[in-house]
């Protein structure tokens, strides 16, 4: 499956954005999703995911009660609505998915199968 991030961009502090991420070639049938980000200089970390055959959502604790993820299996897209944006959620965003990925593995990047080619989100203050 190939995935397509958009959604990025320029907001004050304070403000949202809604990241999407659609997938080609296939379905998200069987999948687990997942949004990660990267600043500048720093490890690509873990933010949200939504494991196949789990209705719980997982969140990095910075995002939990600010960002919420889903997804629409029927449009094979996947979804990050952020509010309350900070100058430190500044970063690319790459949404990824995997048929395999066990529990304990969802924050780890190189479990991950399937990224897309990351969405920037610059949050200014």
């Known amino acids: 499956v190939q995935l397509q991030a958009s959604g990025g961009g320029l907001v004050q502090a304070g403000g949202s954005l809604r990241l999407s991420c659609a997938a080609s070639g296939g379905t998200f049938s069987g999948y687990s999703l997942g949004w990660f980000r990267q600043g500048t200089g720093k490890e690509r970390e873990f933010v949200a995911a939504?494991?196949?055959?789990?209705?719980?959502?997982f969140y990095e604790d910075s995002v939990k009660g600010r960002f919420t993820i889903s997804r629409d299996n029927a449009k094979s897209t996947l979804y990050l609505q952020m509010n309350s944006l900070q100058p430190e959620d500044t970063a690319v965003y790459y949404c990824t998915a995997s048929r395999t990925i066990i529990l304990s593995s969802l924050r780890v990047p190189s479990s991950w199968n399937y990224w897309g080619q990351g969405t920037l989100v610059t949050v200014s203050s």
């Open positions: 939504i494991k196949w055959g789990n209705s719980n959502p």
